[in-house]
T-cell receptor, first 109, second 118 residues
Framework: NAGVTQTPKFRVLKTGQSMTLLCAQDMNHEYMYWYRQDPGMGLRLIHYSVGEGTTAKGEVPDGYNVSRLKKQNFLLGLESAAPSQTSVYFC????????FGPGTRLTVL | AQKITQTQPGMFVQEKEAVTLDCTYDTSDPSYGLFWYKQPSSGEMIFLIYQGSYDQQNATEGRYSLNFQKARKSANLVISASQLGDSAMYFCAMREVGSGGSNYKLTFGKGTLLTVNP
């Protein structure tokens, strides 16, 4: 039982490049979430999903897209990375309390 | 207005002593949940304890307890008998149920950095 996993753990991008972060959970949760964590800001919700095939915007969705093609997976995409997207990204799943993945540290140069 | 306020950016406590981390919240939803998470220096987010708005008793989980004062809208985390491994960032979070139970989002405070001294 791996819980929530995220790949990759670290990534460095140049401005304008694209990438996809993958989140997987094995707890059969309907709800999955993507957060970003910046110093002094706590965690802020980017997008979330309440079930396979559904997605919704969170607090800071601009510059990101998501897809939930399978219940266990939730993908976060950056189409054209910007330095302001340098952050630590956390995926979470949970129908009430949320369980977090280990995080992805992304640097955009 | 912030929904979750943690007024202590940093706290220090001696090993084996108890410490209280403050959290106040703002909501007009009668149905909500309050959560505490721990984030050690390794970076992972660890769920600690949960309190529902209709719970009559304060939540406890081992050395963690939640001092829930509904009228004051506070949900302070109490850690008893602090250990060196308790040194970490602690986040308070709230989930408001919303109309029809359709709100699934957690709102986080900015965190309190706890340092346990030997």
């Amino acid at each position: 039982n791996a819980g929530v996993t995220q790949t990759p753990k670290f990534r460095v991008l140049k401005t304008g490049q694209s990438m996809t972060l993958l989140c997987a959970q094995d707890m059969n949760h309907e709800y999955m979430y993507w957060y970003r964590q910046d110093p002094g800001m706590g965690l802020r919700l980017i997008h979330y999903s309440v079930g396979e095939g559904t997605t919704a915007k969170g607090e800071v969705p601009d510059g990101y897209n998501v897809s939930r093609l399978k219940k266990q997976n939730f993908l976060l995409g950056l189409e054209s990375a910007a330095p302001s997207q340098t952050s630590v990204y956390f995926c979470a799943s949970g129908n009430w309390e949320q369980f977090f993945g280990p995080g992805t540290r992304l640097t955009v140069l | 207005a912030q929904k979750i306020t943690q007024t202590q950016p940093g706290m220090f406590v001696q090993e084996k002593e108890a410490v209280t981390l403050d959290c106040t919240y703002d909501t007009s939803d009668p149905s909500y949940g309050l959560f505490w998470y721990k984030q050690p220096s390794s970076g992972e987010m660890i769920f600690l304890i949960y309190q529902g708005s209709y719970d009559q008793q304060n939540a406890t989980e081992g050395r963690y307890s939640l001092n829930f004062q509904k009228a004051r809208k506070s949900a302070n985390l109490v850690i008893s008998a602090s250990q060196l491994g308790d040194s970490a960032m602690y986040f308070c979070a709230m989930r408001e149920v919303g109309s029809g139970g359709s709100n699934y989002k957690l709102t986080f405070g900015k965190g309190t950095l706890l340092t346990v001294n030997p």
